[in-house]
């Protein structure tokens, strides 16, 4: 169990490393860097442009499920949309007509940095969820394919074909048995579990004590956000042109979206390439970061370069669509929505969540 100095120890070294400032610290220099580019684009809200089909280019606000919808079925997880207020036997009748079956992964419509988004085991977790969070819901087939990205995928409006400048490869919150150390033991030996130990301990509650096998492996979270313990490694040694053509076709008609990142799931990276055995969890618009510049090797300089870069990219495109007569959203109205936003309290971080919470950032 670890000791008040080891934990210590272990939030200092956090703190020293970038990937774990919070996001306002961050992205301090991208605020100064933000009037510069609203200059350029004579507009404070440039972004608004570079999405023109995601509400406010998909910062804030953005029903998921109205993403999901132009993105072809093929490349999706079987997927229903739960109105808050739907009765629960009527969902149930909505799983078994779509076909779903559990494990599912529910989350909130509208949401960001993996809050609410859940793996439920059985239909009683299910329905305690439900009845834990009035709003609107998404229940997605859980995707077991072994290999979880975040690409960057983004295209200019007057070209043809887009480019992927970011790729994340996500490894999740796992331990390893050794023969001989408890649950409990393993658990506590993992530096990225300690801000979810209490939620860990209440989920393997009657499994602490139990001594895994020699080489047996247990993924301690199997939702691949970065607060949730999952490590976040750069994966754009994958990039090539190959690549980028599977995401032409698979973005060509998404209608509104010229920029944002893609989180998915695929059998392997040959299917990667080849386009097949794909599944998009989620697309996210211009609040997308390179996720890739908080793999724990990257240098603060460089990480703020390429954060810097797709900054550039995000007016570049809002500034070409607004040239073809796409207006920005008005500052009044994203502006009382933003503080209505940050002002909602966030029902789904918990008392030993509130640790890590705070020195995480989206992603």
């Not at 859940?118 to 077991?144: A, P, R, W």
């Not at 009044?332 to 020195?359: A, C, G, H, R």
Request: hydrophobic share 35%; with cysteine; charged share 25%.
């Amino acid at each position: 169990m670890p000791t008040f100095a080891s934990d210590m120890v272990q939030k200092i070294k956090k703190l020293k490393e970038f990937e774990y400032w919070p996001f306002g610290v961050f992205y301090i220099p991208l605020y100064f860097y933000g009037f510069y580019l609203a200059f350029k684009s004579r507009s404070f809200m440039y972004f608004s442009t570079t999405n023109p089909g995601m509400k406010y280019g998909g910062v804030i606000g953005e029903s998921k499920i109205s993403v999901l919808d132009r993105i072809d079925a093929k490349y999706l997880p079987k997927t229903i949309f739960i109105n808050s207020g739907s009765q629960f036997n009527d969902i149930q009748f909505l799983i078994k007509e779509k076909g779903l079956e559990l494990p599912l992964i529910v989350k909130p419509n509208i949401g960001e940095r993996g809050k609410g988004v859940e793996k439920i085991e059985n239909i009683e977790s299910l329905k305690d969820y439900l009845d834990q969070n009035k709003e609107d819901i998404i229940l997605q087939e859980f995707i077991d394919y072994p290999v979880e990205l975040g690409i960057l995928y983004y295209r200019h409006p007057n070209e043809a074909t887009g480019h992927i400048s970011s790729v994340v490869m996500k490894e999740f919150l796992e331990i390893e048995g050794n023969g001989h150390a408890t649950l409990l033991e393993l658990i506590d030996s993992k530096p990225r579990a300690i801000g979810r130990r209490e939620y860990l301990l209440n989920k393997y509650a009657h499994q602490l004590n139990d001594i895994l096998p020699n080489g047996e492996r247990i993924r301690l979270e199997p939702i691949g956000n970065h607060c949730r313990g999952t490590k976040f490694l750069n994966g754009n040694h994958l990039i090539n042109s190959q690549l980028e053509s599977v995401f032409d076709q698979i973005a060509k008609n998404i209608k509104g979206y010229n920029y944002g990142r893609f989180d998915l799931k695929v059998k392997s990276l040959e299917d990667l390439y080849l386009g097949k055995n794909i599944k998009i969890l989620e697309l996210n618009g211009v609040s997308s970061e390179p996720a890739h510049v908080y793999d724990p090797n990257m240098k603060l300089l460089n990480a703020y370069k390429d954060v810097f870069k797709h900054a550039s990219i995000i007016q570049q495109i809002g500034y070409a669509n607004h040239k073809k007569g796409v207006s920005y959203s008005p500052l009044y109205t994203f502006v009382k929505e933003l503080i209505s936003f940050l002002n909602t309290p966030k029902k789904d971080i918990t008392e030993e969540d509130t640790t890590q919470f705070e020195m995480e950032k989206l992603a």
